[in-house]
């Protein structure tokens, strides 16, 4: 447990820093990422007690949420303000269409929820302190995993001018029984639960459930346990029987429409997520690195996502040449770890825009999508394909087979163009050796008129 006078010593220097920026009359002024749980609701306390002026900030990203409620719940608590901000129409506009465009995936399988809204918020938290002319940023996320990199990041990336404080880091409690009862000294008659089975973060692309059975990785999850216990929550109200296919329209990266309607990427993304809440592939099991070092699995339900993003590369495998589809693979990687660790605002975010923008611009056309008995891209449809039947087709094409001679050669004598052998290769046995030995028509089906070098399969150089 941390000491008092150190977790003092610590805010003292906060406040001290603050004055520096509002005078040193100024009361110190803070603006607080306030979310209405329990680790929130004790930091207001705590921060009121260290003599701190707390402007709380709920920022509305999709959270299934009483945000009215919550403002009420932090002013009750000590704070002097509580504003709501809708921190939605800006990630729409920006970073949903680059996530769903390039289908932007860490580590191939964690569709970046969370990693998207965290520097938003973090955004209005910066926007509200320096309407106040100024404050210290604070958030509550702890010092084991992301989010306190994404929220630091951006506070220091856009108001560096203001201090920075994140109270896991600092004062003396270590968990929640420690907070329950921290509240519960100074009067607080909420309840809250000591134990708390999962760790829930819901916003409008997904809802992320950690903590419990998912931390050790030799339990065995029933993930059907896990889904129950948010089945109540996040995109509710979907219809009883929801369609078996989808399809996605293009135009140039950009989702315009779904099943032949057109309509605005929010009511797309609400549409699907509502839609197909509770199908059986709506979820992803993750164990993923965080950028800490420590290592983490989560279960994210997230179908507008799965669907969205997955018709996004299918229209990418069939409109880019391979160099180009390769490049499309690499800077959508890029784009979801940087966004993983953070780094949304910075010139890195900026070069992958610039790069993808090409990319996407080719991307247009529908892709229909067939939902049992797991998704699949059942059919293609874009002018501008690169797969094309007339090339593909096995039958008679203007394709001329006797190109591909030339083609190995060159390709050989490029990529390979010596000889060479594993020495392991060479020792071969008795058996191995009369498996080399053929008798009838190779699985090749060679022609009548094609001849073979060394008059056998295999050529006698080798």
């Known amino acids: 447990m941390k000491s008092e006078s150190n977790m003092k010593t610590v805010a003292a220097n906060h406040k001290n820093k603050l004055a520096q920026i509002g005078g040193s009359d100024a009361k110190p002024k803070c603006v607080l990422a306030y979310s209405g749980g329990l680790d929130t609701s004790a930091i207001v306390i705590w921060l009121k007690e260290l003599g701190y002026e707390i402007h709380a900030i709920l920022v509305d990203v999709g959270q299934d949420e009483d945000l009215e409620a919550l403002c009420a719940k932090a002013l009750r608590y000590g704070a002097a303000t509580a504003v709501i901000r809708d921190a939605k129409p800006a990630m729409y506009d920006t970073v949903i269409p680059k996530a769903i465009g390039l289908s932007a995936v860490y580590e191939g399988t964690y569709r970046l929820g969370t990693a998207l809204a965290r520097p938003f918020i973090a955004l209005e938290q910066v926007k509200r302190a320096k309407e106040l002319g100024g404050a210290t940023l604070i958030h509550g996320a702890t010092g084991k995993g992301n989010d306190q990199i994404r929220f630091e990041f951006a506070y220091k990336t856009l108001a560096p001018e203001c201090p920075v404080l994140a109270p896991w880091k600092v004062w003396e409690f270590e968990g929640r029984k420690d907070l329950i009862a921290y509240l519960k000294s100074k009067g607080c008659e909420d309840h809250f639960d000591e134990k708390k089975d999962y760790s829930l973060d819901e916003n409008f692309w997904h809802i992320s459930v950690e903590g419990s059975e998912l931390e050790d990785p030799a339990a065995d999850v029933e993930v059907g346990a896990v889904l129950d216990f948010v089945k109540d929550k996040f995109a509710i109200g979907g219809p009883a029987n929801p369609p078996k296919s989808v399809t996605v329209e293009f135009d140039q990266g950009a989702v315009v429409s779904v099943d032949g309607q057109a309509k ?86 900026q070069v992958v825009d610039a790069a993808a923008k090409p990319l996407l611009d080719c991307l247009t056309g529908s892709v229909t999508l067939t939902l049992e ?15 094309c039947k007339e090339t593909s087709t096995f039958e008679a094409s203007d394709y001329s087979h006797a190109d591909a001679g030339g083609f190995i050669n060159l390709s050989w004598l490029a990529n390979i163009g010596q000889s060479f052998v594993e020495p392991s290769m060479v020792n071969t046995d008795a058996s191995y050796e009369n498996a080399l030995e053929t008798t009838g028509n190779a699985a090749s089906e060679l022609c009548e008129d094609q001849s073979v070098a060394g008059g056998g399969l295999v050529s006698t150089a080798v």
């Open 373 to 387: 008995p797991a998704i699949y891209v059942s059919k293609i449809d874009a002018k501008e394909s690169l797969f």
């Open 264 to 349: 605005s990427l929010p009511e797309i993304v609400t549409q699907l997520n509502q839609q197909h809440r509770h199908a059986h592939w709506a979820w992803d099991l993750v164990i993923e690195n965080r950028t800490t070092g420590v290592k983490s699995r989560g279960l994210y339900v997230n179908p507008a996502a799965k669907l969205l993003q997955s018709a996004a590369d299918a229209l990418a495998r069939c409109c880019l040449n391979k160099p180009a589809y390769d490049r499309y693979v690499s800077i959508a990687q890029d784009y979801a770890t940087l966004l993983y660790k953070g780094e949304y605002f910075s010139m890195q975010r």
